[in-house]
């Protein structure tokens, strides 16, 4: 596995492990072709695991600092009048 793949390839890999996953989960539902339709889900499976695992040295880089959604450290509460 290479963790260079570039991000569109792992999407691309993603849909096509849903979208075999999703009919071969049809295929055994609907008791048509449930031997290919296992064998095709596990296919998607593979596919989407494999996407998973590529992503695994790419990840989104952590920011340092506050939260990106402004909710860092708050400021502590002001003395109290006496």
Known sequence: ???ELDVSFR??????GTFLFM???GFVLDR??????WVIALIGAALLTWAAR???????PVPS???VRG????E???PEAA
């Open 23 to 25: 009919l071969g989960a």
């Open 76 to 78: 502590p509460p002001p």
């Open 65 to 67: 600092g506050p939260s």
């Open 11 to 16: 999407r691309q890999l993603q849909v096509l």
């Open 32 to 37: 048509g072709l449930p031997a290919v339709g």
């Open 1 to 3: 596995m290479n963790p």
């Open 71 to 74: 909710d860092g450290p708050e």
């Open 54 to 60: 590529t992503r695994k040295n790419r990840g989104l």
